[in-house]
């Protein structure tokens, strides 16, 4: 059995003197789809930054692709093979959709890989609304065709892992409709992807396993069907009520 494509052990994260995730275990298998779902504030986001090189953790080791790279920055955790999709998109508004889509396959543009042409194709037919707007502002897309652009421009690093933070934020169910299942049609490809996300009936439903984060530490984990019956999860985040 092959070593999962992302390890981490015992992670810790703080801002200052606050803890906000505290001695965190995960993993991720080679072509898996593992949600991270939570409540507003548990940690999610800053454990993804702290895998992504956004953060430096405090503590803990993060192992991708077999290698340990606690305290790299994102630039380098790029070039190694994983993307990340941020929480809030930060597409460049005044750089036309296009530009944006080149700058996620900065690194391989700098060493000449000639497949990048090929990709940004491929891309494109994923999210063929990308394609009607090449050459408009990214500022001037809608906040699903920002989201699109944002998971485009993650693809076009051609990344081994892509980390999601957020991919509902501020979105139509509609959109939503659209986004997830493009998601597991790239896992179904064979792509490694992490997704922290708040609407944890969409996580449930694409990812394989689970882990489920309180107040900074991961409180439960599991096959995604089982969370998705778990009556931990129906009462506090899939909105089941008990009787009064």
Known sequence: MSAP??????LRVAYGPITAVDGVDLEVGRGEFVGIIGSNGAGK?????AVAGVLAPVGGSIHFDGTEVAGRKSHEMVAMG???VPEGRMIFGD???RENLMLG????????DPDVVDDLEEVLELFPRLRERLDQLGGSLSGGEQQMLAV??????RPKLLVVDE????L???ILDLLFPILAKLNAGGLSILLVEQMASYALAVTQRTYVMENGRIRFSGPSADLARDDRVLDAYLGRRHDA
Do not use: D, F, H
């Open 95 to 97: 750089q036309t959709v």
């Open 82 to 84: 994983l993307a990340m």
């Open 172 to 174: 139509a169910p509609k």
């Open 105 to 112: 396959a900065y690194t391989r543009l700098a060493r000449r």
């Open 45 to 49: 986001s800053s454990t993804m930054r």
């Open 152 to 157: 485009a421009r993650g693809l076009l690093s």
């Open 5 to 10: 494509i992302l390890q981490v052990s015992g």
């Open 167 to 170: 991919l509902s934020l501020g």
